[in-house]
């Protein structure tokens, strides 16, 4: 059975910067795609990053250009690098793969808060 674990999430002020990081219990040939999804307070969840197994990325239109999504080859982890945090990122952050079989699995989820 697929695991997913987060870490890295907490309160933070505007402006100021998070980090959120996965590991997955999976072998990497197997996942097609790592990313990341959000789910504001009273929101469907939505895509916030995602990168494919051949290197192209995704982004959601509101975190275009402050979020970057990677990934640790080495230990199976990827990380999303949040910058220039706005209260309307306040959320709970999901981490998200796709195998070959394109099934979805996710973690259980980190929330992020972002206030003055």
């Known amino acids: 059975q697929v695991q997913l674990v987060e870490s890295g999430g907490g309160l933070v002020q505007p402006g100021e910067s998070l980090r959120l990081s996965c590991a997955a219990s999976?072998?990497?040939?197997?996942?097609?795609?790592r990313g990341w999804y959000r789910q504001l307070p009273g929101k469907e969840r939505e895509l916030v990053a995602m990168?494919?197994?051949?290197?192209?990325?995704n982004y959601g239109d509101s975190v275009k250009g402050r979020f970057t999504i990677s990934r640790d080859n080495a230990k199976n982890t990827w990380a999303l690098q949040m910058d220039n945090l706005k209260p309307e990122d306040t959320a709970v952050y999901y981490c998200?793969?796709?195998?070959?079989?394109?099934?979805?699995?996710w973690g259980k989820g980190t929330r992020v808060s972002v206030s003055s």
């Open positions: 990168l494919t197994s051949g290197g192209n990325t």
């Open positions: 999976i072998s990497d040939f197997s996942i097609n795609a």
């Open positions: 998200n793969l796709v195998d070959r079989y394109n099934i979805h699995y």
